[in-house]
T-cell receptor
Framework: AQSVTQLDSQVPVFEEAPVELRCNYS??????LFWYVQYPNQGLQLLLK??????LVKGINGFEAEFNKSQTSFHLRKPSVHISDTAEYFC?????????????FGQGTILTVHP | DADVTQTPRNRITKTGKRIMLECSQT?????MYWYRQDPGLGLRLIYY???????NKGEISDGYSVSRQAQAKFSLSLESAIPNQTALYFC?????????????FGPGTRLTVT
């Protein structure tokens, strides 16, 4: 079975600073990887996804993530954050090559951007 | 209009009461899911359904039941609510044609059991 670990439960950062949210996964087979964002009092919204191909994936709102198979990581980065990026971020994994359709989520990382 | 809707958005109920959370979608997806979110635990899968006749337990199904009334509707019931079922509940959908398992989420239902 696959699992996901988000290494930081909370990340405080100042506006315009860079940020990295860390995600490691465990799986014995190939995976698809996702980052979702949850703004206060809202549902989850897909930020970006890695399916195959280029290991650097660009998403919405200036976020990007890099898939590192050897380190089983999928860290999320943004070079300059805004107050509006304050939210909870979830890394998720699903197993490729299956019709199972299930996602396994990490514990979430709360990003707080201070002025 | 939202593609995935949930009702109610907020609910307070007492221990022992039966409660139903409803989810409707206009995306035309066959697959639907129920999750609960607890602080520090992320989202955990309660039940999932790949079509109207296919319902499966997730990792934390005890104390919950579901009903798939139609392709577009998937309800979650708590037969006898208990305080540790206080959580944020999300419904999600996905398209079986996309085996990448990308899911689309509703806005959530905040349930408090007193």
């Amino acid at each position: 079975a696959q699992s996901v670990t988000q290494l930081d439960s909370q990340v405080p950062v100042f506006e315009e600073a860079p940020v990295e949210l860390r995600c490691n996964y465990s799986s014995s087979v190939s995976v698809y990887l996702f980052w979702y964002v949850q703004y206060p009092n809202q549902g989850l919204q897909l930020l970006l996804k890695y399916l195959s191909g280029s290991t650097l994936v660009k998403g919405i709102n200036g976020f990007e993530a890099e898939f590192n198979k050897s380190q089983t990581s999928f860290h999320l980065r943004k070079p300059s954050v805004h107050i509006s990026d304050t939210a909870e971020y979830f890394c998720a994994v699903s197993v490729s090559g299956t019709s199972y359709g299930k996602l396994t989520f990490g514990q979430g990382t709360i990003l707080t951007v201070h002025p | 209009d939202a593609d995935v809707t949930q009702t109610p958005r907020n609910r307070i109920t007492k221990t022992g009461k039966r409660i139903m959370l409803e989810c409707s979608q206009t995306k035309g997806h066959d697959r639907m899911y129920w999750y609960r979110q607890d602080p520090g635990l992320g989202l955990r899968l309660i039940y999932y359904s790949f079509d109207v006749k296919d319902i499966n337990k997730g990792e934390i199904s005890d104390g919950y039941s579901v009903s798939r009334q139609a392709q577009a509707k998937f309800s979650l019931s708590l037969e006898s609510a208990i305080p540790n079922q206080t959580a944020l509940y999300f419904c999600a959908t996905s398209d079986p044609g996309q085996k990448r398992n990308e899911q689309y989420f509703g806005p959530g239902t905040r349930l408090t059991v007193t």
